[in-house]
């Protein structure tokens, strides 16, 4: 809808032929985004092949755990010179690659085609065309600058950032603290603690992406402390939510059962945490909630673990 607004001519593509022709007759998503008027000028297809085939801007949004499979068969249709974006959120399991190098590993192209849109973004806000920042991040300006143009409307404003690194990291991590936070919520804990969390995990994803080569000051932008303030304190988060149900006192796989989107941040705890361990980054919240996910840690135990850690100076 976004790059609708801004006047390029988008097809969506979706494997569910009720979503693609309510998309594309009615301008409505009931299933996903219900009660938003979509543009009329968006169509929509099931046939994915003809949906990249021709387009300058290919953008990606799908789960981290299905990128490589959907995008690789369509790798042959790509135009050469066309640029992906990818909006997922995570790191992929086994590889612990970022999202955009699954994207140009996938569709076949270098990573300087690839860009990444990051930020406070919740998509129903985005959808019901509330106002909002972002951060467009490339190797080059150029591109970046190319997929800035194609998405900047009067409620959407992309800043330009070719710290592709960092912007994917903080994406990828705010995730996990955003299922702490919930769990501390759930656990019937306020604001003091909720903060705490919210600004040890910045201080966290800084010092992997420190490791990894990123510029510190994204993490005081949009797709740092900004994504993770909305992610941390929206009821729309699916991973503030997810981590919530957790501290009431369900198990992840009723969680899951009882959830249709996904919680990156469930998905990708294990692969951050293996990622900060072979880079030899502490990471004490990320470690945590990874114990929860895969059962060797209960919520209620998660603030006395952080909390009986050895002191140390804020700023290492
Ligand atoms: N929803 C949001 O507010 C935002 C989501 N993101 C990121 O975007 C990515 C996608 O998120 P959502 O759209 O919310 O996820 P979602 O769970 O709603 O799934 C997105 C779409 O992928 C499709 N899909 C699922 N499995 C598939 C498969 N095997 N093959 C092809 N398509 C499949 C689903 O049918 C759905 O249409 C995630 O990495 C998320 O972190 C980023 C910013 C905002
Ligand atoms: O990334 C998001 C907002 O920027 C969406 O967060 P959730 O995946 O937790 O819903």
Redesign the pocket.
């Known amino acids: 809808a976004v790059t609708t607004d801004a006047g390029c001519p988008t097809t969506v593509w979706?494997?569910?032929p009720e979503?693609v022709r309510s998309i594309a007759s009615d301008h409505a998503n009931p299933r996903?985004l219900p009660g938003v008027e979509l543009p009329e000028a968006l169509t929509a297809t099931t046939d994915a092949v003809g949906a990249v085939s021709g387009a300058d801007v290919v953008v990606v949004?799908?789960?981290?755990?299905?990128l490589r499979?959907?995008v690789a068969p369509l790798a042959a249709h790509v135009r050469p010179d066309a640029v992906l974006v990818s909006?997922?959120?995570?790191v992929e399991h086994g590889s612990d690659r970022r999202?955009s190098e699954v994207v140009a590993e996938a569709a076949g192209v270098g990573r300087d085609r690839v860009a990444v849109v990051?930020g406070p973004?919740?998509?129903?806000e985005?959808a019901a065309r509330q106002p909002t920042a972002t951060v467009v991040a490339a190797t080059t300006p150029e591109v970046a600058e190319q997929v800035a143009a194609a998405c900047s409307t009067d409620y959407f404003r992309p800043y330009t950032n070719t710290d592709v690194v960092g912007v994917e990291i903080a994406?990828a991590m705010k995730?996990v603290i955003a299922l702490a936070v919930g769990m501390a919520v759930g656990l019937g804990m306020g604001d003091n603690s909720r903060a705490s969390i919210i600004t040890r995990g910045l201080a966290e994803t800084a010092r992997l992406g420190a490791a990894l080569g990123a510029d510190p000051q994204t993490f005081a932008g949009l797709a740092g402390m900004g994504d993770l303030v909305a992610t941390c304190t929206s009821p729309?988060?699916?991973n503030r939510t997810f981590g919530e149900e957790l501290g009431r006192g369900s198990t992840v796989e009723e969680v899951v059962a009882r959830t249709?989107?996904?919680a990156?941040g469930v998905v990708s705890c294990g692969s951050l945490l293996h990622l900060a361990r072979s880079l030899g980054v502490d990471v004490p919240i990320t470690e945590a909630v990874t114990a929860v996910v895969s059962g060797g840690l209960r919520p209620e135990d998660l603030a006395r673990l952080l909390l009986s850690r050895a002191r140390k100076p804020e700023v290492e």
Do not use: F, H, W
Not at 121 to 124: P, Q, S
């Open positions: 979706g494997r569910d979503i996903y949004a799908l789960p981290s755990k299905v499979r959907t909006l997922s959120k995570g999202m990051s973004n919740l998509a129903r985005i994406g995730n729309l988060s699916r249709r989107q996904t990156e």
